[in-house]
């Protein structure tokens, strides 16, 4: 039985084929692939459905934020949710990863400048229920997210 949450190889291909060209029609890519463009349009309809979105990645550095933290952050476990929702109305926050281990929460930052990242660890840290926080600059980007190596492994099966 199909897993709903995975792909096969042929979504793969078509991911990945989307990944070097976003921008690819359907004709490009049923030639690219070698599939069909009935199942390419049948087959991207379904994968829109599961996909969050197909957003294009833009790097914050773009839109004045070149500084990237994480901060780990300690919650009163009843509050986790309402942590979780202050934390989304922060525009700094890019990404909120709940995690094991002695803090619960993995907050990823950006930020103006150091005075910029001063202000927003404050703001985390003054939400109801945020114990306790560390936060860790980033000072090199040495593997950037990539999910193509993914993609290749999945399409070759």
């Given at each position: 039985m199909p897993n709903p949450d995975r792909t096969d190889?042929?979504?793969?291909?078509?991911?990945?084929?989307?990944?070097?060209?976003?921008?690819?029609?359907?004709?490009?890519?049923?030639?690219?692939?070698?599939?069909?463009?009935?199942?390419?349009?049948?087959?991207?309809?379904?994968l829109e459905e599961r996909l969050d979105s197909f957003e294009r990645r833009v790097p914050p550095k773009?839109?004045?934020?070149?500084?990237?933290?994480?901060?780990?952050?300690?919650?009163?476990?009843?509050?986790?949710?309402?942590?979780?929702?202050?934390?989304?109305?922060?525009?700094?926050?890019?990404?909120?990863?709940?995690?094991?281990?002695?803090?619960?929460?993995?907050?990823?930052?950006?930020?103006?400048d150091a005075d910029d990242l001063y202000r927003i660890a404050g703001q985390i840290l003054a939400i109801d229920g945020v114990e306790r926080t560390s936060t860790a600059l980033v000072m090199r980007e040495l593997v950037d997210y990539r999910i193509s190596p993914l993609l290749r492994r999945r399409a070759e099966r």
């Amino acid at each position: 039985m199909p897993n709903p949450d995975r792909t096969d190889a042929t979504d793969a291909r078509l991911l990945l084929a989307l990944s070097e060209d976003p921008r690819a029609t359907t004709i490009a890519l049923a030639e690219r692939t070698g599939i069909s463009r009935n199942t390419v349009q049948s087959r991207l309809a379904r994968l829109e459905e599961r996909l969050d979105s197909f957003e294009r990645r833009v790097p914050p550095k773009l839109l004045g934020y070149p500084l990237t933290a994480f901060v780990t952050t300690q919650v009163r476990q009843r509050l986790l949710d309402e942590v979780a929702a202050a934390l989304a109305d922060i525009p700094e926050v890019l990404q909120v990863q709940g995690i094991s281990g002695p803090t619960d929460l993995l907050v990823h930052v950006v930020a103006a400048d150091a005075d910029d990242l001063y202000r927003i660890a404050g703001q985390i840290l003054a939400i109801d229920g945020v114990e306790r926080t560390s936060t860790a600059l980033v000072m090199r980007e040495l593997v950037d997210y990539r999910i193509s190596p993914l993609l290749r492994r999945r399409a070759e099966r």
